[in-house]
C-alpha cells in the first residue's frame, strides 16, 4: 500500500513538472514570435499635395433691350357738326308733384299690420330610446312669440303617447326665431300653437 502511493506521487510530480516545463516553453515561443512581429517593416502613407489652380469663371450678364417707344396717339378731328347742343343735352327732371304718400306720424311708409312669420324652426331630436322601441307619435304645444321674436313658455297641451316626445318638443321649439306680430308699426307678442311629429321615416 505504502509503495502504491509513493509511486503515484512520483508520477504526479512528473506530470507537474512536464506540464510546467511546456507552458514554459510556449510562453518562450509567443514572446520570440512577438519580437519577430515588431521586428516587421512598417509601412508609412504619405498623402501627396498636387498644385491645382482654380479657375473662376465670370457670368456677365445679358443685356437689356430696350422696349420699343409707343406709338403716338392719332389726332382726333371734330368738326363743328359733332359739337353737343344745348338742347340735345337738356335731361329732363321728374315731376315730384305726385310723390308717394308717405302718410303721417313716426313710421312713415311703414306697414300697418303683418303676421308672425317663422325664420328659424330647428326641428326636434327623436329619442334614443322611442327610436331604439320603434315608437312613433305627435306632441301639440302652445308658445308666446315675443315682441323680439324668440319663444317663451312652451307647454304641451297634447301628446301622443305621453310623456315619450314631451321634452325633445319643448328643447326644439326654445331654438325657433319669428319675425313678430306688426300691429300699427308695433311689435306685439302674441300665442301660437304647434303640432310635431315623430316619424322614424324622418331619421
Request: glycine share 6%.
Given at each position: 500500500m505504502v509503495a502504491r502511493q509513493g509511486i503515484a506521487a512520483l508520477l504526479a510530480l512528473g506530470i507537474?513538472?512536464?506540464l510546467f516545463y511546456l507552458m514554459q516553453y510556449l510562453i518562450s515561443m509567443g514572446s520570440e514570435r512577438g519580437a519577430d512581429i515588431r521586428k516587421g517593416q512598417v509601412i508609412e502613407f504619405v498623402r501627396l499635395k498636387r498644385d491645382t489652380s482654380t479657375q473662376t469663371?465670370?457670368?456677365?450678364?445679358?443685356k437689356k433691350e430696350k422696349p420699343p417707344e409707343p406709338p403716338p396717339p392719332p389726332e382726333l378731328q371734330m368738326s363743328q357738326n359733332d359739337a353737343p347742343d344745348a338742347n340735345s343735352m337738356a335731361i329732363a327732371a321728374p315731376d315730384l308733384s305726385a310723390g308717394p304718400d308717405l302718410g303721417s306720424g313716426p313710421n312713415l311708409g311703414a306697414p300697418s299690420d303683418s303676421d308672425s312669420v317663422p325664420l328659424v324652426r330647428v326641428p326636434p331630436q327623436y329619442p334614443i330610446r322611442a327610436a331604439e322601441r320603434g315608437i312613433e307619435g305627435w306632441v301639440v304645444l302652445?308658445?308666446?312669440i315675443t315682441a323680439?321674436?324668440?319663444v317663451?313658455?312652451?307647454r304641451v297641451l297634447d301628446a301622443q303617447p305621453k310623456r315619450i316626445f314631451d321634452r325633445?318638443?319643448?328643447?326644439?321649439l326654445k331654438k325657433w326665431k319669428y319675425r313678430p306680430r306688426i300691429v300699427d308699426g308695433t311689435a306685439i307678442a302674441r300665442v301660437e300653437e304647434v303640432r310635431l311629429?315623430?316619424?322614424l321615416?324622418?331619421?
Open positions: 507537474t513538472f512536464g469663371r465670370k457670368r456677365e450678364l445679358p302652445s308658445f308666446t323680439t321674436g324668440t317663451e313658455n312652451p325633445a318638443a319643448i328643447r326644439a311629429t315623430f316619424d321615416d324622418d331619421l
